[in-house]
């Protein structure tokens, strides 16, 4: 049955029914589904298949043929057997499972290491979907205060566009990957309805190559889809695989949580020990310290007797020898005193005999007198004037004729 070709109003379908040999259309008629009967075909795969009838699956189907000579050959569909459409779909479902596995992709995304805490969660789901409700609830309102970040991907997760719209989810997924650690794919309130869509070989093979593990919780618990099969991890129901997440950050709060209390019981026991080994070493050391006081006092008390004797005798010996050097200094220094004076003297002594009138004269000055007394100035000399002219070795007594006054120049 290539389309159904339904119409809502009045609820008949016209299916175009199509032969195909390697993939080529070898025969094709156009049929008829009334009302009734499709609303009873379509209970009963319901009931069997957990699908609707739909475009696409072959079908077994009991038909009332016949000819009118205007509108040709027409073919009312009767009735149709969904458990021969059942082997079909399985049939579909195994041949999607060996191409997988002949591809070696079965395992590729199981492969995958999750992180330790995944807690940045890509969601491919419906934004009104219960089972989306259902997933946010559990994370988001955990009473151990975990905390997740999730963004939703809207898809169609049943119907003849599912498949197409969860890859082109995947697909935008890839472009931000390195903000996510995981991809869950929720689906829920559906029951067991539409699901042949999961195993189609080209979603299967989409989540088994996504370079991030993807989670599954589409809300089934009948036969295992091939998209849950090369899933990292499935889970039955969308709360089912919240509390997977929920209990990967468990593994990890408990341990540490014992640990927490480990150390803490394991740090007051090595307090109370070295607490009391404490104890023990300050009276052991309040012992020892008491005697060792005890002691050093007699010992002080010897050795300060012992260091006053020794400073008495030490203070009489420097004061002797400070003394006698003293002595010697003090001496050394007059000595070196009167040295200094008698080099003084001398040197006055020399200059005193050098300032000798007499020594004056020998070097050929002369020292004239007038009434006795040293002529200084011509003003003192008139003309007839008696002056006495003193050399070194005689005096002169000469008559003045008359006196020239030097003039002064500058």
Not at 201 to 214: G, R
Not at 315 to 321: D, G, L, P, Y
Not at 334 to 342: A, D, E, H, I
Not at 401 to 408: A, D, F, L, P, Y
Request: net charge positive; proline share 3%; glycine share 6%.
């Amino acid at each position: 049955m290539n389309k159904l070709n339904l119409y809502p109003q009045s609820g008949h379908c016209y299916p175009d029914l199509v032969e195909k040999t390697d993939g080529k259309i070898v025969a094709e008629i156009r049929s008829t589904i009334w009302k009734d009967d499709f609303q009873r075909i379509n209970d009963s795969f319901l009931n069997i298949l957990h699908e609707p009838l739909k475009n696409g699956i072959n079908i077994l189907f009991c038909a009332k043929i016949s000819f009118h000579p205007v509108h040709g050959l027409s073919l009312r569909i009767i009735d149709i057997d969904p458990s021969w459409s059942l082997g079909e779909l399985e049939k579909e479902k195994q041949l999607t499972i060996e191409k997988i596995k002949k591809d070696g992709l079965f395992d590729a995304n199981r492969s995958l290491l999750l992180p330790l805490l995944p807690k940045r969660i890509a969601v491919i789901s419906v934004e009104t979907s219960k089972g989306y409700a259902d997933f946010r609830k559990v994370i988001d309102d955990n009473g151990w205060g975990y905390r997740f970040f999730h963004m939703l991907f809207p898809a169609l997760l049943q119907g003849e566009n599912a498949v197409e719209s969860i890859i082109s989810a995947l697909e935008k997924i890839r472009k931000v990957m390195q903000h996510f650690d995981v991809v869950a794919i929720i689906r829920g309130g559906g029951g067991d309805v539409g699901l042949t869509c999961y195993n189609n070989y080209a979603l299967s093979k989409a989540i088994a190559m996504f370079p991030l593990p993807v989670i599954t919780g589409i809300g089934h618990s009948t036969n295992e889809t091939v998209t849950e099969m090369v899933a990292f991890r499935n889970a039955i129901t969308p709360t089912d695989l919240a509390d997977y997440l929920l209990q990967k950050f468990h593994n990890f709060s408990v341990p540490v949580q014992k640990a927490h209390e480990t150390i803490i019981q394991n740090f007051t026991r090595r307090i109370m020990d070295e607490k009391s080994k404490m104890l023990n070493s300050v009276r052991y050391f309040k012992s020892i310290a008491i005697s060792g006081i005890a002691r050093r006092k007699n010992e002080v008390k010897h050795v300060t007797m012992k260091l006053q004797q020794q400073s008495k005798y030490y203070v009489n010996q420097k004061r002797e020898r400070d003394i006698h050097q003293q002595v010697i200094r003090l001496i050394s220094e007059v000595r070196n005193f009167f040295r200094r004076k008698l080099q003084t003297v001398t040197g006055i002594e020399k200059n005193i005999d050098l300032l000798n009138p007499l020594n004056i004269l020998k070097r050929g000055y002369s020292i004239t007198l007038i009434d006795g007394k040293v002529l200084k100035t011509v003003e003192d000399v008139h003309e007839g004037t008696t002056l006495r002219t003193m050399l070194a070795d005689g005096d002169i007594l000469s008559t003045t004729k008359s006196v020239n006054k030097t003039e002064s120049h500058e």
